[in-house]
């Protein structure tokens, strides 16, 4: 796992100068365990969440916490693999375990999201923490701020820190930019990250086995922004929503697992060296 600092690594003397070294940070991947179309592992959204997590504390010191794998997916109860728990159970998990990455010293907690259900969830939790004086904050992220597009614009702007990369490799991002795209759920952007860490739990050749297109059934509703639980499985019966598109390789899975590490690095940077956060938590423990 490189020099990343995990927390479960640290002996019991060591968390004073994790915590040093850290800046006070402690990260805490977060994914769910669902299907990802027939050709991908249902640990998906974990295995990227925690190695892009790690990889990135490398280069960015912060402690990295147990991977939480279990996160928003109470509408597919109906799927092989699928583990859903309540949202009053996660609720307090997230409750008790801020608290005791807090009481250890660490006073920024990320929760570094890589399941696209968990966003309403976290953002809620995280305003939650309003209801109470703590000497702590927390914050949540999404660690999927990058997209294949990123990878077009990094081999034009700087190729040379991608020298495996072929002419046929820009070729085939070239391709996928330009198909007619789905919504993205065991798409090319996530097959590319499970490629990278894990490419003995893909079956390519499975890809086009299950229809993974938007049927549009509530675009009527999405015009509006309407939303509802129900609103995935309704255009997306499949719990698959991908561009049948199944040219990875080990060279681009590569590429763009360094581009999105890159970025959740930065991310890193800017948690470590805020310090409005935690200004404005004790002026708002002050406050009442």
Request: proline share 5%.
């Amino acid at each position: 796992m490189g020099n990343a600092i995990l927390w479960e690594n640290l002996r019991e003397p060591d968390f004073p100068k994790a915590v040093e070294m850290s800046k006070g940070v402690c990260v805490v991947p977060i994914g769910a365990m669902e299907k990802h179309g027939p050709h991908m592992p249902v640990g998906t959204d974990n295995i990227i969440a925690e190695r892009t997590a790690i990889l990135a504390a490398e280069r960015e010191p912060v402690v990295i916490f147990p991977t939480f794998g279990f996160g928003d997916i109470n509408t597919l109860q109906n799927f092989n693999g699928s583990i859903c728990f309540s949202t009053k159970l996660l609720f307090d998990y997230f409750t008790e375990l801020c608290r005791e990455i807090a009481r250890n010293g660490f006073k920024k907690i990320l929760l570094l999201n890589a399941h696209g259900g968990n966003p309403p969830l976290l953002t809620t939790f995280c305003r939650s923490n309003r209801e109470k004086k703590l000497d702590y904050v927390v914050m949540f992220a999404n660690s999927y701020g990058t997209s294949p597009a990123d990878m077009k614009k990094a081999f034009a702007e700087r190729r040379e820190d991608f020298p495996y990369i072929t002419d046929e490799d820009i070729g085939i991002v070239d391709k996928y930019l330009a198909a007619e795209k789905s919504k993205g759920h065991a798409d090319f952007d996530e097959l590319l990250l499970v490629y990278n860490e894990r490419p003995e739990t893909i079956d390519i050749s499975k890809m086009g086995d299950e229809d993974g297109e938007d049927t549009f059934r509530t675009a009527h509703l999405r015009e509006f922004g309407i939303f509802s639980g129900g609103n995935f499985l309704a255009d997306c019966p499949n719990s698959y929503s991908a561009t049948y598109f199944p040219y990875v390789n080990e060279r681009l899975a590569k590429a763009y697992t360094e581009i999105r590490v890159d970025y959740i690095a930065k991310m890193f940077k800017v948690v470590k060296e805020d310090t409005v956060l935690l200004e404005e938590n004790e002026k708002w423990n002050k406050s009442w």
